[in-house]
């Protein structure tokens, strides 16, 4: 299937397609295009839209707080794996002001920034960020499992 989006992405634009293809599309083709061509590219190529404007899979309310196309696909496709679901409020709260987002939040953002920064076009951020989203896959996996006593390092001041 054909997948498009905004160009110039940054967290959830390169969260959906990690996400897309891990667990709902093996062979997917993304396309990052203009927001104002995303309906003549729907038009004519069928590709599925997300994160943009008017489309089914895009930031949306639910009981009150905002949530992110991570979650519209997660919703959609009717996706349950707890760990997943650990990601996507990562993932929200990185791409969304939500209250409280978890502390990863703040580090994911940074580093899609960061990465965003460093490719030549969207598909090289893609491919520089999909190992990010694997390690924070696991990481999720481990907390939720409770394999693994997950510890933060709170740097203290020199004295």
Same mark, same amino acid.
């Given at each position: 299937? %054909?997948?498009? /989006? @905004?160009?110039?992405?940054? =967290?959830?634009?390169?969260?959906?397609?990690?996400?897309?293809?891990?667990? #709902?599309? %093996?062979?997917? +083709?993304?396309?990052? =295009?203009?927001?104002?061509?995303?309906?003549? #590219? =729907?038009?004519?190529?069928?590709?599925?839209?997300?994160?943009? *404007?008017?489309?089914?899979? /895009?930031?949306?309310?639910?009981?009150? +707080?905002? @949530?992110?196309?991570?979650?519209?696909?997660? %919703? !959609?496709? *009717?996706? /349950?794996?707890?760990?997943?679901? $650990?990601?996507?409020?990562?993932?929200?709260?990185?791409?969304?002001?939500?209250?409280?987002?978890?502390? $990863?939040?703040?580090?994911? $953002?940074?580093?899609?920034?960061?990465? @965003?920064?460093?490719?030549?076009?969207?598909?090289?951020?893609?491919?520089?960020?999909?190992?990010? &989203?694997?390690?924070? &896959? !696991?990481?999720?996996?481990? *907390?939720? +499992?409770?394999?693994? *006593?997950?510890?933060?390092?709170?740097?203290?001041?020199?004295?």
């Amino acid at each position: 299937m %054909k997948w498009v /989006t @905004r160009e110039k992405a940054k =967290v959830d634009r390169i969260a959906c397609p990690w996400l897309i293809k891990k667990f #709902v599309d %093996k062979n997917p +083709e993304f396309l990052f =295009v203009p927001p104002e061509t995303i309906p003549q #590219v =729907v038009k004519d190529t069928g590709a599925i839209a997300y994160d943009a *404007k008017g489309v089914e899979l /895009t930031h949306y309310k639910e009981n009150g +707080e905002e @949530r992110v196309s991570f979650d519209a696909i997660i %919703k !959609k496709y *009717k996706l /349950t794996d707890p760990a997943l679901l $650990e990601l996507a409020k990562i993932v929200r709260g990185a791409d969304a002001k939500i209250p409280n987002p978890p502390p $990863e939040s703040a580090g994911l $953002e940074a580093v899609a920034h960061g990465f @965003r920064n460093l490719a030549k076009d969207d598909f090289d951020n893609m491919r520089l960020q999909f190992p990010t &989203y694997d390690a924070l &896959y !696991k990481y999720c996996q481990l *907390k939720t +499992e409770g394999t693994q *006593k997950l510890e933060y390092n709170v740097a203290q001041p020199a004295r």
